[in-house]
């Protein structure tokens, strides 16, 4: 196969998916620096490569989906990208979506690799057929540019990018005992219940008084978070939807840990190098999605023979109690954060 000159990727959505092929992008644009690479993805999905990444060698397109519907509008993506000239696609999603990009690119005699998801897999290991860790979605990133002729180790350094952006004003003030707290995710099979986490964090502020706790998540979810600053008013902050995602990612590079579901928030925190102590319920890191860097001994989760029933957690309980995430003691939760700040 030839060296190429321009080389196109695609991952649209979601979040946490995209954050997770950015450690991936970093080390093969810094491996092949005379390549030019443009990471086609979500308006918000560049605006998290914006933040990190700055090889002269990687560009971003962003675009909204909902504006390229129908075969017309596929069509019209293509030309888009076709304009940009590239000679090899990477596609680290395939949906329907970009299949159709991929196969307008195979018929002009473009490379195309795509990943693969190791569906039959995973469904094994939610039917309980096997109980293994399986290939990391990181791993499977990086197989897309190795088939593409371009192999390198995946060697992204968070701390050093959280190093750059410190520089730069945020809510949060650089102490040793600042703790961030990402307590949603899409789906109910990913959450800590709102009455636990609030007992969790109560423990941890009675336990360790000079903690400072810091709330993040969405627009929809202010309201609530905004009732839990009162349960202790000089502890908590919440961030909830007063901040762009830059600036939760600075907050996250000032922060001296994060406690977050299996969600976006964890793999953000990995990009800037932050240790997440994550909880799992209907979900399992033996799917390959646990955050980049971030140590399985920091996965608070039940051995449970039901779990994991769902790779997303979208999935109705079959026991209706979600007994996975339920049954995780709020004092287990704070013990091990405070073991972490104190050391």
């Known amino acids: 196969m030839k060296p190429f000159r321009k080389v196109l990727a695609i991952r649209l959505s979601a979040l946490g998916d995209i954050c997770m092929t950015l450690p991936v992008l970093d080390s093969v644009s810094r491996a092949y620096p005379d390549v030019q690479f443009t990471l086609l993805t979500s308006k918000a999905g560049a605006i998290v490569a914006g933040t990190v990444l700055h090889q002269g060698n990687l560009t971003v397109k962003a675009i909204d989906k909902r504006n390229y519907n129908g075969l017309s509008g596929l069509n019209r993506l293509y030309q888009e990208l076709k304009a940009l000239d590239v000679d090899g696609v990477a596609d680290l999603h395939d949906v ?203 996965c608070i989760e039940l051995p449970l023979p039901c779990r994991p029933c769902s790779i997303y957690g979208n999935k109705p309980c079959k026991y209706s109690d979600y007994r996975c995430l339920t049954q995780i003691k709020p004092e287990t939760v704070a013990s091990r954060i405070k073991e972490i700040l104190t050391q």
């Open 96 to 298: 329907l979506r970009t299949k159709w990009v991929d196969l307008r690119f195979s018929l002009s005699g473009k490379p195309v690799k795509k990943i693969r998801k190791g569906r039959s897999e995973k469904k094994a290991l939610t039917k309980g057929a096997i109980r293994r860790q399986l290939q990391t979605s990181i791993d499977r990133y990086r197989q897309v540019f190795s088939e593409l002729g371009m192999d390198c180790a995946v060697d992204y350094d968070g701390t050093a990018h959280a190093a750059q952006l410190k520089d730069k004003p945020c809510a949060v003030s650089p102490d040793r005992m600042t703790l961030g707290v990402a307590p949603f995710a899409q789906h109910r099979g990913k959450v800590y219940p709102e009455k636990l986490m609030r007992q969790a964090l109560s423990l941890l502020v009675e336990e360790l008084p000079q903690v400072k706790i810091y709330l993040f998540g969405g627009p929809d979810e202010k309201t609530v978070l905004d009732i839990w600053v009162a349960d202790h008013p000089d502890h908590i902050v919440n961030l909830a939807g007063s901040q762009t995602i830059e600036d939760d990612l600075r907050c996250m590079a000032n922060l001296k840990l994060m406690l977050s579901m299996d969600s976006a928030n964890m793999h953000l925190s990995s990009l800037v190098g932050l240790r997440c102590v994550s909880i799992w319920g209907a979900t399992h890191r033996y799917a390959g999605f646990l955050g980049y860097r971030q140590s399985e001994e920091d």
